[in-house]
């Protein structure tokens, strides 16, 4: 079994800073690629950035420029570094891991999601 425990959502006024943290653990040989997703009020849960384990990224569009992703392997512990917050940037924010267990086979894992407001 793995564990994703997230942190650094909150309450930010339009323009300002957040930083997500999402960190692995338990059962884990090694992790692949990870994620963060993000799921608005009535909205589909969309991909926001992705990392995998070479360290190569992609954003969706309209976070380009403003989001960075990164990644620390040897605290199994994905980043998202948030510039220039939008009101349109406010969802619940859900990290994702790909992992190979140690037990074998590989799983997809989320996080219990992280609430980001950005106030106008």
């Known amino acids: 079994q793995v564990q994703l425990q997230e942190s650094g959502g909150g309450l930010v006024q339009a323009g300002g800073s957040l930083r997500l943290s999402c960190a692995a653990s338990?059962?884990?040989?090694?992790?692949?690629?990870m994620g963060w997703y993000r799921q608005a009020p009535g909205k589909q849960r969309e991909l926001v950035a992705a990392?995998?384990?070479?360290?190569?990224?992609n954003y969706r569009t309209s976070v380009k420029g403003r989001f960075t992703i990164s990644r620390d392997n040897a605290k199994n512990t994905v980043y998202l570094q948030m510039n220039s917050l939008k009101p349109e940037d406010t969802a619940v924010y859900y990290c994702?891991?790909?992992?190979?267990?140690?037990?074998?086979?590989?799983?997809?894992?989320w996080g219990q999601g992280t609430q980001v407001t950005v106030s106008s």
């Open positions: 338990g059962n884990i040989f090694r992790i692949n690629a």
């Open positions: 994702n891991v790909n992992i190979d267990a140690n037990t074998g086979g590989t799983y997809n894992y």
């Open positions: 990392i995998t384990s070479g360290g190569s990224t």
